[in-house]
């Protein structure tokens, strides 16, 4: 069993920055693959990052490229999510995910998931 703890949300003005945090529990967090994804009221959780269990290999869906960055430390058990000239339309709930295995951009294939934080961006 894995336990994410998400933290780092929080209201800020269009163009601003965040960074996310999701911490992990349990199992060897170190050979999870891991992923963040979002949920806005009314819409479906969407991929936002994915990133292979040792960092090598991070995929980004489209509308965040060039402006979020996923990254890990193995060591503290953590993975981030660094979130760059924010937009209204970032405005959602960011929920970490795990799951023991490849990179994988669909929710449903994660095992392991957060409790969410939430992320909002006035204009």
């Known amino acids: 069993q894995v336990h994410l703890v998400e933290s780092g949300g929080g209201l800020v003005q269009a163009g601003g920055s965040l960074r996310l945090s999701c911490a992990a529990s349990?199992?060897?967090?170190?050979?999870?693959?891991m992923g963040w994804f979002r949920q806005a009221p009314g819409k479906e959780r969407d991929f936002v990052a994915t990133?292979?269990?040792?960092?090598?290999?991070?995929v980004y869906a489209d509308s965040v490229k060039g402006r979020f960055t996923i990254s890990r430390d193995n060591a503290k058990n953590t993975v981030y999510l660094q979130m760059n000239s924010l937009a209204p339309e970032d405005t959602a709930v960011y929920y970490c995910?795990?799951?023991?295995?490849?990179?994988?951009?669909?929710?449903?294939?994660?095992?392991?998931w957060g409790q969410g934080t939430q992320v909002t961006v006035s204009s």
């Open positions: 990133i292979f269990w040792s960092g090598s290999t991070t």
């Open positions: 349990g199992r060897a967090f170190s050979r999870a693959a």
């Open positions: 995910a795990g799951r023991y295995g490849g990179i994988t951009t669909r929710a449903g294939e994660y095992d392991y």
